[in-house]
């Protein structure tokens, strides 16, 4: 029986980025909130510490931060006639667990979507004709537009300190910046971090072919900076070591460092750590969500959380399947069509290559993932798709985010994996060669979705989420579509030998591919096609706001944490400016 | 292209800076705190590989002398490096199995313990200790039929010829993937040869010192301009060497 607390006036479920953004903008309202997080507590002074965060194995091999498969996964499958079986081990994707969540592993790139990207669907079908669009790919425009989000993108920048060159300031379009972004009302917090040799290169190559190559932006501040919050940011130290690992100089914006101090020292907000939210208590008739129940992991013991107000917050698969067991919204169903919870998952599609430089060198160790360049001009309508046979597209790129020995080292294709012959080509090619990538969108099709496990359950008994996905024929004329691209780049950086890495023809959640998992919950105008309306707020319960990339209607070729962190500044302005005067449903159905 | 040599030891990064993060986060007053430096300079960097023998607490004696002769074979003596067990790679691999993850910490373990597709990845019910014991007297078994011998006791052309098959999966393992465990040989070797020897792999940074790469403390903020396209090279440094 779990025991009944004294009622809240918010709860947060999951301490990632929007959780903490969240918090922050309801406790400085007057709200008492209570934030849930069942991993660690993860304070920089102690879990980012040097020398343990140089430490290769414990974090990028043996993946420290990551979320605890033997309490929770979820089961994958290709295709819907094939038996979902659980991912044992996170490998494609790497959801992060503990307070900052995979916000604290992140590389920091950081990105806005096109202002046409939120209204896709009405645009393919007015620039393509209305049967441009198959009816397989369940595309949806935004209920938001980049307008209506810009400010709240400029907030989140400002909190992460983002390093970048503004290449649309207020509509003017300046150089050296990304001519194709939406029009910024202020300039980036911070210059460009320093360039690679590398990706230098490539700027000029892809210039010289008469594209636009610009600094990827990334929350990694250049210099030291003071965000809005009052806290002080150090300078990035190239240090090599961002993905799957803290940031120890605090130059990589994470929750952690760049919102947390000021929630831990403000008496309104509660952290509990190592706290598993089970299920939302769920009032059908009332569409509210009363409380929150979870098991305390350290005791076992069960707690009833009531909450004026909830905030889901936890990673994409947390979110839907907390909806799925609640029985909140009507779950999709891939043979009807009908239903929304769980519809549109989509994931990213990467692809793209390595290329080597016989005696150059690269000092690939000194790295950071904004030292490198991209060109936009393949992404989202930037180019027109006549006769294509696809839509869609993304950036294309060549990172220097840094070779630590386990995991960072490249050989031409061909040479031996081991022995004599292998050391001798990793000794000769570790310097100089560098790798590049495209961010392929991902346009929902009607079999990818989210459901309930049939036959699996996690530590507590409940259901696993499955998910049942595999990459589109669109999807894969457009990544080829960016790797031909790409490849007319490389060919001009002259490269002693260089190879273009495709994407398999099925989906495999074995090797690293990319943390952007999007959709099931996903945001909309009409509660008939969406979960939660444009302020996030739950169609079927108005005290309940969903957070994260879980609201993607599609994913587009970018990364998705600048969008979500927009997105979780406009619902917190929406919940503190009209939820809290006048709590009812924000947006009529 | 040049090779610039520099003497890191003549601007060293004090031992202090550098646990306390030699960045501005001090000045942030967010750096972490709780470092035990003092203010001595820092030690000498490890220099002698230790002389004691190896010795294994988790593989058992055959296991040793197969992951011995495993890891000698993909990372053979040469003159780039010792051979993978002279740079501590079994010891590595003895107390990585030993420890939580070779127990299968973190990893979903409830059944049902179905064969998968490719795509869904490990599906099997053994932990990395499991896994590697099962493939060792797989692999054993395999040679005793083809050689007429234990892995350790072949000859070094036999002992590669013998890896070149299970990494093709030509070798026919009884009831298990030759495949599948040459993969995870590989990989764990891999670990143990390029990863902090604080784990007891890559003796006296040697896999480091044969990329070039400089290990910790990794602060390049005014390198980066000042190395382009210039070869930078620094002594080594380990956690050990800050601890």
């Given at each position: 029986m779990a025991t009944r607390l004294k009622e809240v006036d918010a709860v947060m479920v999951g301490m990632g980025w929007t959780g903490a953004i969240l918090a922050r903008a309801l406790t400085k309202s007057g709200l008492n909130v209570v934030g849930l997080e069942r991993g660690a507590d993860r304070n920089p002074a102690d879990a980012f510490a040097l020398t343990r965060v140089r430490d290769e194995l414990r974090y990028v091999v043996r993946l420290e931060l990551m979320q605890d498969n033997s309490i929770d996964t979820i089961t994958f499958r290709n295709e819907p006639e094939d038996m979902a079986l659980p991912i044992r081990r996170f490998g494609a994707f790497l959801p992060g667990e503990g307070v900052g969540g995979t916000g604290i592993h992140w590389g920091g790139l950081h990105w806005r979507n096109l202002p046409a990207d939120f209204r896709i669907r009405s645009l393919l079908t007015e620039k393509y004709g209305a049967k441009a669009i198959p009816e397989t790919m369940t595309i949806q425009d935004w209920p938001v537009g980049y307008p209506d989000l810009e400010p709240f993108y400029d907030r989140f920048d400002k909190l992460c300190g983002v390093s970048g060159q503004a290449g649309n300031l207020r509509g003017t379009i300046t150089p050296?910046?990304?001519?194709?972004e939406g029009p910024r009302s202020d300039d980036y917090p911070n210059k460009p971090i320093k360039t690679g040799v590398a990706p230098a290169m490539f700027g000029e190559a892809a210039k010289s072919l008469g594209y636009h190559p610009f600094p990827l932006p990334v929350a990694t501040s250049s210099a030291p900076y003071v965000n809005p919050e009052g806290i002080t940011l150090g300078r990035c130290e190239y240090c090599g070591h961002c993905n799957r690992t803290a940031c120890e100089a605090n130059a990589k914006a994470s929750p952690n460092v760049n919102v947390l101090p000021v929630l831990r020292a403000d008496p309104r907000f509660e952290l509990r750590t190592?706290?598993?939210?089970?299920?939302l208590v769920y009032d059908r008739q009332a569409r509210r969500v009363t409380a929150v129940l979870y098991t305390d992991l350290k005791t076992g013991e069960e707690y009833e959380q009531p909450a004026g107000l909830v905030v889901l917050s936890s990673f994409v698969f947390g979110n839907t399947q907390q909806l799925l067991l609640a029985g909140i919204g009507e779950p999709y169903d891939p043979r009807t069509g009908k239903g929304v919870v769980g519809k549109n998952y989509c994931y990213q599609f990467e692809a793209g290559g390595v290329a080597f430089f016989e005696g150059r060198e690269f000092n690939p160790f000194m790295g950071a993932p904004g030292m490198s360049v991209a060109i936009d001009d393949f992404n989202g309508e930037n180019f027109d798709h006549s006769g294509l046979g696809f839509f869609g597209g993304g950036y294309i790129a060549c990172s220097n985010g840094g070779a630590p020995p386990i995991s960072g080292r490249a050989t031409p294709h061909g040479s031996p994996r081991w022995g004599a012959g292998w050391k001798q080509a990793t000794v000769k090619w570790y310097r100089s060669n560098t790798r590049f990538n495209t961010q392929g969108s991902v346009y929902a099709h009607r079999n990818n979705y989210m459901d309930l496990d049939p036959t699996y359950k996690d530590a507590l008994g409940r259901p696993l989420i499955r998910m049942t996905y595999n990459g589109t024929e669109n999807d894969h004329k457009m990544s080829r579509y960016l790797v031909g691209k790409l490849e007319g780049i490389v060919k001009a950086m002259n490269p002693t030998h260089y190879e273009m890495h495709y994407r398999p023809k099925n989906f495999t959640v074995v090797p690293y591919q990319s943390t952007h998992n999007t959709g099931g919950t996903m945001t909309g105008s009409d509660p008939k096609t969406s979960v939660v309306n444009r302020y996030l707020q739950a169609w079927d319960a108005h005290n309940l706001f969903i957070q994260g990339a879980?609201?993607?209607?599609q994913q587009h070729g970018y990364n998705p944490t600048g969008t979500v962190g927009a997105l979780a500044y406009w619902s917190a302005e929406a919940i503190t400016t009209k939820y809290l005067r006048s709590p009812g449903p924000l947006v009529s159905a | 292209m040049a090779d610039e040599k520099v003497n890191e030891s003549a601007a060293p990064v004090a031992r202090r800076d550098f646990l306390l993060g030699a960045g501005t986060a001090v000045a942030a007053g967010l750096a972490p705190a709780s470092a035990s430096g003092t203010e001595e300079s820092k030690a000498a960097p490890a220099s002698v590989p230790t002389t004691e023998p190896d010795a294994f607490v988790t593989l058992t004696a055959p296991e040793a002398a197969f992951i011995v002769a495993a890891v000698d074979t993909i990372i053979p003596a040469d003159e780039l490096s010792p051979a993978g067990s002279e740079c501590g790679v079994a010891v590595f691999i003895d107390r990585q199995l030993g420890s939580d993850w070779g127990g299968g910490?973190?990893?979903?373990?409830?059944?049902?313990?179905l064969k998968g597709k490719?795509?869904?990845?490990y599906q099997l019910a053994l932990t990395p200790r499991e896994f590697f014991s099962a493939g060792i007297t797989a692999a054993n078994e395999w040679t005793r039929k083809s050689y007429g011998k234990d892995f350790d006791r072949l000859s070094a052309a036999e002992r590669a010829q013998a890896l070149k098959a299970m990494d093709e999966g030509t070798a026919q393992f009884a009831g298990f993937g030759s495949r599948a465990f040459f993969g995870q040989l590989l990989s764990i070797t891999m670990a143990g040869f390029f990863s902090d020897p604080i784990y007891g792999g890559n003796r006296d940074k040697v896999s480091w010192k044969m990329l070039g790469f400089p290990g910790l403390p990794a602060i390049y903020a005014d390198k980066v301009d000042a190395y382009r396209d210039k070869r930078y090279v620094a002594e080594p440094q380990s956690i050990a060497d800050f601890s």
């Open positions: 050296g910046g990304n001519p194709f190592r706290v598993f939210v089970t299920r879980s609201v993607f209607p | 910490a973190k990893v979903y373990r409830s059944g049902p313990f490719p795509e869904q990845g």
